[in-house]
């Protein structure tokens, strides 16, 4: 491998719409801090691919994305490098639906979001901003995966 | 991050570039705290070239803020746009932090 090369870590697979169908895609992210930036722009180039965003737009997706990857790295699979994070996103015309699931043990929401926001906390906001991001949030039962509806136009 | 620091008189201006977030928040808490040590006590964050700061780098501003705050100094943000502004309502980090327009406004009222 040549010196400046950087090892591939984010895994991306692509379906290209047909006969009304959403387009979707596939993303596997790594459990490493160092792998969300990266992640968050690849997802955010394909959400709003032919998409005529707006910066407000292209803000509350990045924002979200970063929060929800954050989570399922950190409190989901713990750092654990032999687990990833997994990202399906449907894309629709002014839409797009992202699922992130991690390998966790999951968590309850429901009992984190009762939490009031404390203005000097160091912590503890991350799950408030997804709610106020997202336009839907929708968690599965055992609480280690999410799907969030931003809109994408 | 891009982090960028001027200075005008006693007020040390640092200019953030790119994204704060989990994987470089240590980078602006670092550099306030190397800034502290040398005997700074006046700071501008500008994020006028910000893209998004999700919930750690929203902590870590909370934090370096405390530090500042308990060596005696201050710290004025400045430079954000409306979704981050909104953000910071949200978050109620408005209450914690005077919030400038622009860096030149916030130097006019330190």
């Known amino acids: ?153 | 991050m891009d982090l960028i620091q001027t200075r005008a008189e006693d007020v040390l201006v640092v200019r953030a570039g790119g994204q704060l977030n989990v994987t470089n928040r240590h980078e602006l808490k670092d550099l306030v705290s190397v800034a502290l040590d040398a005997g700074d006590r006046k700071f501008v964050l500008d994020f006028t070239g910000t893209g998004y700061i999700d919930s750690s780098g929203l902590g870590a501003l909370v934090t370096l803020a405390k530090k500042v705050r308990e060596s005696g100094g201050d710290v004025q943000l400045a430079g954000l746009n409306a979704d981050l502004r909104h953000l910071f309502a949200l978050t109620k980090l408005d209450t914690l932090f005077r919030i400038a327009g622009s860096s030149d406004e916030a130097l006019a009222a330190f």
Request: net charge positive; aromatic share 2%.
């Open chain 1, 1 to 153: 491998m040549p010196p400046d090369a950087r090892p591939l870590r984010l895994c991306v697979r692509r379906q290209a719409g047909a006969d009304g169908r959403a387009a979707r895609v596939w993303v596997r992210v790594p459990s490493e801090v160092a792998a969300i930036e990266e992640a968050v722009e690849v997802l955010t180039r394909h959400c709003l691919a032919g998409a005529p965003s707006s910066a407000s737009v292209r803000f509350r997706l990045q924002t979200a994305l970063a929060e929800a990857l954050a989570n399922a790295v950190l409190r989901g699979n713990q750092s654990d490098l032999r687990k990833g994070v997994h990202v399906a996103v449907e894309l629709e015309t002014d839409v797009v639906r992202v699922h992130v699931g991690d390998e966790g043990d999951g968590f309850d929401p429901s009992r984190m979001l009762q939490r009031q926001p404390v203005a000097d906390a160091d912590g503890g906001r991350g799950l408030l901003l997804l709610h106020a991001l997202a336009d839907a949030l929708q968690y599965n039962e055992r609480g280690n995966a999410l799907c969030m509806t931003l809109r994408r136009r």
